[in-house]
C-alpha cells in the first residue's frame, strides 16, 4: 500500500477554513455527538467532507468556531465522533 495513503504530502494537503455558514449547514446534520451517544461512529470531518464537497483524501478542516452539538450542547471538533 501507498505510503501517503493516509497521509498525503503537504504540497497534496488543502485545508480549509470552516466559516460560519459551512459550521450552520453542518450542525444542521447532527443528531448527536459522542458526548451523549455511545454510538456515535463518523467524525465530524465526515460530514465537513459532504457539506463542503471537498476530497476527503486530500482535505483537513480548520474550524474557527467550535459547532455545539443539537442534543447535548458538548464542543465538537474536526475529530469529534458524531451521528448524523
Known amino acids: 500500500m501507498d505510503d501517503n495513503f493516509f497521509d498525503p504530502p503537504l504540497s497534496q494537503l488543502q485545508i480549509l ?21 455511545s454510538d456515535a461512529e ?3 470531518d465526515w460530514v465537513l ?5 471537498a ?14 452539538c443539537p442534543r447535548c450542547g458538548a464542543a465538537i471538533g474536526e475529530k469529534t465522533l458524531v451521528n448524523w
Open 17 to 37: 477554513v470552516v466559516g460560519q455558514r459551512t459550521r450552520r449547514k453542518a450542525r444542521s446534520l447532527l443528531l448527536a455527538c459522542e458526548s451523549c451517544d
Open 42 to 44: 463518523f467524525p465530524f
Open 49 to 53: 467532507d459532504e457539506v463542503t464537497g
Open 55 to 68: 476530497d476527503p483524501a486530500s482535505t483537513d478542516y480548520l474550524i474557527d468556531e467550535l459547532v455545539s
